[in-house]
């Protein structure tokens, strides 16, 4: 099921998003005594980080993750997990654990296994998954075009080293497998360019193309838009 919400701007909708994605922890966490949620980095998540780092919330019960990561230091400007740890975890979500895929490998190819093995061992399936799209199409790392791609939509593994086509630094990200691991799937998208994408992804066509409609295309988990102008 897919459902569209509507907003006039993005700080609008991040507002409302952040709202929903902390309602759907604290439903978790009532449930089943911990939630957890994998989450994107990027401009657009970070007005959602920082108004959900304030809601009052059991966050010592949170697991966090990553849907992708760069391989870069922890306190590279580029790091996922920085973007995390500044606009997240402070307040009161600095309670929650925190699980990066970042580790000290060389490159992500030699780190893949050790964030494997990291990924395996979290509750699944995950509560929630925030994806994050790309004007290309791409979702999490998994780009139009990267050798790593078929792999990363059909491997029972739940992550992989990617070079991405034309963007900077290799990556990790989550499979295919495992963003449909997930009780609920976000999505955030602001400004024509995108709204445009998401457009053509749901008039159908190969995953390949456009790898978002991986999460988009598929009846499995629920999926919730958020989109503005």
């Given amino acids: 099921m897919l459902t569209e919400h509507h ?5 609008t909708a991040a507002v409302d998003l952040a709202a929903h994605i902390a309602a759907l922890l604290e439903e978790a966490i009532a449930a089943r005594g911990v939630a957890s949620i994998a989450l994107s980095g990027g401009r657009s998540p970070k007005p ?16 966090v993750t990553l849907v992708d990561e760069r391989w870069v230091a922890p306190t ?3 790091s996922n997990e920085r973007l995390i740890r500044e606009s997240l975890l402070q307040g009161p979500a600095a309670a929650a654990r925190f699980v990066p895929m970042k580790n000290d490998a060389a490159d992500a190819y ?4 050790a964030c494997e ?7 699944w399936p995950l509560d929630v998954v925030v ?6 199409g791409h979702t999490a790392s998994l780009f139009p075009g990267a050798q790593e791609l078929a792999a990363g939509l059909s491997s029972e593994a739940r992550t992989i080293a990617v070079t991405p086509p034309a963007a900077p630094h290799e990556r990790m990200s989550l499979t295919r497998r495992a963003i449909l691991d997930s009780r609920h799937i976000l999505l955030q998208i602001a400004g024509e360019a995108k709204t445009s994408v998401y457009d053509r992804a749901m008039a159908g066509g190969p995953v390949e ?3 978002i409609r991986l999460a988009l295309c598929q009846d499995a988990v629920p999926v919730d838009l ?3 102008a």
Avoid: C, N, Y
């Fill in 48 to 63: 959602v980080l920082e108004a959900l780092s304030g809601v009052a919330l059991d966050w010592s019960r949170v697991i």
């Fill in 110 to 113: 030699a780190g893949q296994p």
């Fill in 117 to 123: 093995a990291t990924m395996v061992a979290l509750p």
């Fill in 226 to 228: 958020w989109i503005s």
């Fill in 7 to 11: 907003f006039p701007d993005s700080a």
């Fill in 76 to 78: 590279d400007p580029d």
């Fill in 209 to 211: 193309i456009l790898p």
């Fill in 131 to 136: 994806l994050g799209m790309g004007e290309d």
